[in-house]
């Protein structure tokens, strides 16, 4: 059960876009469509922003949108604003009824 | 509205146990399976343990199988998480979940509760 590949940090100024990427292997990320991301705040509880690689639950802004391409997933954040500021992290279902989490990204709007 | 509130995190020695409960409100528990997410401190989240909705199947992590169990009361809308010979590795914040997917568990956790905190240590 190793976990997901993620950069420790990525940026970007308000109103740009960020991609933040999540690398696995063919036997998580790469092998199914059960890719999901979620945003964290400072002592905050995960909050689940994408789901199934590209489907965002309601009430996320679609700001947020996700895609996939072999072993790598990405979530791309448009239009940044200053509440995007958060921890970021990916998981994918492993196989086996395991699912793996990202090391998380730390993402700064300047 | 949709709430999970943990509780019975506290300060324990190595090789000791707690007990973790999470009392859920707001939806048909015994619809959805249910799970705990652990993050150190300072750290990444991990997954730990699932258990389905009505039939109850479980599943673990390797860094916890045969120390953790995992169980829920339906009747009482509430989730548990035994934790047993515990290791200073074992200290975390321990989230619980409400997994999205009816059928599918590992398709998203779109509920989860503010945490409570274990803490190992002599």
């Known amino acids: 059960q190793s976990a997901l590949t993620q950069p420790p940090s990525a940026s970007g100024s308000p109103g740009q876009s960020v991609t933040i990427s999540c690398t696995g292997t063919?036997?998580?990320?790469?092998?199914?469509?059960?890719v999901s991301w979620y945003q964290q705040h400072p002592g905050k509880a995960p909050k689940l922003m994408i789901y199934?690689?590209?489907k965002r639950p309601s009430g996320v802004p679609d700001r947020f949108s996700g895609s996939k391409s072999g072993n790598t997933a990405s979530l791309t954040v448009s239009g940044l604003q200053p509440e995007d500021e958060a921890d970021y992290y990916c998981?994918?279902?492993?196989?086996?009824?395991?699912?793996?989490f990202g090391g998380g990204t730390k993402l700064t709007v300047l | 509205e949709v709430q999970l509130l943990e509780s019975g995190g506290g300060l324990v020695q190595p090789g000791g146990s707690l007990r973790l409960s999470c009392a859920a409100s707001?939806?048909?528990?015994?619809?959805?399976?249910m799970a705990w997410v652990r993050q150190a401190p300072g750290k990444g989240l991990e997954w730990v343990s699932v258990?389905?909705?009505?039939?109850?199947?479980?599943y673990f992590a390797d860094s916890v199988k045969g120390r953790f169990t995992i169980s829920r009361d339906n009747s009482k809308n509430t989730l548990y998480l035994q934790v047993n010979s515990l290791r200073a590795e074992d200290t975390a914040v321990y989230y619980c979940?409400?997994?999205?997917?009816?059928?599918?568990?590992?398709?998203?956790?779109?509920?989860w509760g503010r945490g409570t905190t274990v803490t190992v240590s002599s």
């Open positions: 998981s994918s279902y492993a196989g086996a009824n395991n699912v793996v």
């Open positions: 707001g939806f048909t528990f015994s619809s959805y399976a």
């Open positions: 199934e690689v590209t």
């Open positions: 063919s036997s998580d990320v790469g092998g199914y469509i059960y």
């Open positions: 258990i389905g909705g009505s039939a109850g199947g479980t």
């Open positions: 979940a409400k997994t999205r997917n009816v059928i599918l568990w590992f398709d998203g956790m779109d509920v």
